[in-house]
């Protein structure tokens, strides 16, 4: 793999899996061939399930899920199987495992929740909507995002909202 001097890097582990985002692009290590090869391009982040079996990434408009690991239950994957979650004309801020099954997810000043069993049709709820704070000063102007923290130990949700900051009670019980 050729590193280029004035690109960012990243590794993620999950072991065995050895992944590299170079810049805006995801590798994945294939142990066979001893390189690193392209899963996907372009890519914000990378969040990995709980249970260790997905792998959920995302860019400015895309959320998607590579399969880790075959899922046999409810809509079986195969390991490799790459799906689309959902596309947006809107961009996406952050992204979060709230279950090995759904995430949570913020656009502009709206956050949602998706789940990723497509035996249908992917279904996304609105969870509510929240406005960025001011970036330097009491004058300047919010522009539409606020951040959101997941606490995947207690089950919570954070909210910094302008100025303001929300916490949820347990979400999942």
């Given amino acids: 793999f050729s590193i280029k001097k004035d690109a960012s890097y990243h590794v993620f582990l999950n072991l065995p899996e050895i992944f590299l985002k170079e810049d805006n692009v995801l590798f994945r290590f294939n142990y066979g061939s001893k390189i690193f090869e392209k899963v996907f391009e372009p890519v914000k982040d990378l969040k990995f399930s709980q249970d260790k079996k997905k792998l959920m990434f995302f860019n400015d408009y895309e959320v998607w899920v590579l399969y880790l690991k075959d899922i046999l239950i409810e809509s079986p994957k195969k390991a490799g199987d790459l799906q689309l979650i959902s596309r947006f004309s809107e961009k996406i801020n952050q992204v979060f495992w709230l279950t090995d099954y ?72």
């Fill in 102 to 173: 759904y995430l949570i997810f913020n656009l502009g000043d709206k956050f949602k929740i998706t789940e990723i069993d497509d035996r249908d049709r992917i279904q996304i709820w609105d969870l509510g909507s929240f406005k960025e704070p001011p970036k330097d000063s009491d004058k300047s102007e919010p522009t539409g995002q606020a951040e959101i923290f997941w606490n995947q130990n207690n089950k919570e949700l954070y909210i910094l909202s302008e100025g303001n900051f929300y916490k949820s009670e347990e979400l999942i019980k």
